[in-house]
T-cell receptor, first 113, second 113 residues
Framework: NAGVTQTPKFQVLKTGQSMTLQCAQD?????MYWYRQDPGMGLRLIYY???????DKGEVPNGYNVSRLNKREFSLRLESAAPSQTSVYFC????????????FGQGTRLTVV | KQEVTQIPAALSVPEGENLVLNCSFT??????LQWFRQDPGKGLTSLLL?????REQTSGRLNASLDKSSGRSTLYIAASQPGDSATYLC????????????FGKGTKLTVNP
């Protein structure tokens, strides 16, 4: 049972380059999320998708875009990477509605030089 | 705005000791509270989810309690083992958006053999 799968696991980008982080879940969950985790800042929500076809901004959306491609997949795009976007990115999903449990992927460690 | 605090930030104990990790939140109007474990370089693993109507939830050597009125939750680990060494995070839903979690910064636990 794969759960939430993220690719790639590691990535180094030069300032100004673009890339897309991929996330897929096999639990038939409606809601999906992208978080970033930084030392001393904890986990912060970037974007989320409550259901297929909908997306909304979280706490730190600037510099990112997302696509909910279908129910399984939720991608995060950095159009022009900046050193401030060096972080560990986590995708998560939940069944949606109230009182549901969140499941996380293993993370993508991104370094922007 | 919901804020989540975890104290202490780090804890070191000898193997076999029983211990308590603390989590406090500022707004008691929550639907649930979730405890996670994070190993170095890994994603978050869900440990326990406590519904707002519950006072306790148990899984093996772990017991989580919830006191909504005081805005507090505790995670009790019995007979700690070196394999319990990890960072433990708690999370509660954001006001007005029950699917969006607000995380504490975690307690880093080290269990010494």
């Amino acid at each position: 049972n794969a759960g939430v799968t993220q690719t790639p696991k590691f990535q180094v980008l030069k300032t100004g380059q673009s890339m897309t982080l991929q996330c897929a879940q096999d639990m038939n969950h409606n809601s999906m999320y992208w978080y970033r985790q930084d030392p001393g800042m904890g986990l912060r929500l970037i974007y989320y998708s409550a259901s297929e076809g909908t997306t909304d901004k979280g706490e730190v959306p600037n510099g990112y875009n997302v696509s909910r491609l279908n129910k399984r997949e939720f991608s995060l795009r950095l159009e022009s990477a900046a050193p401030s976007q060096t972080s560990v990115y986590f995708c998560a999903s939940s069944a949606s509605a109230v009182n549901t449990e969140a499941f996380f992927g293993q993370g993508t460690r991104l370094t922007v030089v | 705005k919901q804020e989540v605090t975890q104290i202490p930030a780090a804890l070191s104990v000898p193997e076999g000791e029983n211990l308590v990790l603390n989590c406090s939140f500022t707004d008691s109007a929550i639907y649930n509270l979730q405890w996670f474990r994070q190993d170095p370089g890994k994603g978050l693993t869900s440990l326990l989810l406590i519904q707002s109507s519950q006072r306790e939830q148990t899984s093996g050597r772990l017991n989580a309690s919830l006191d909504k009125s005081s805005g507090r939750s505790t995670l009790y680990i019995a007979a700690s083992q070196p394999g319990d060494s990890a960072t433990y995070l708690c999370a509660v839903p954001l006001l007005g958006g029950s699917e969006k979690l607000v995380f504490g910064k975690g307690t880093k636990l080290t269990v010494n053999p």
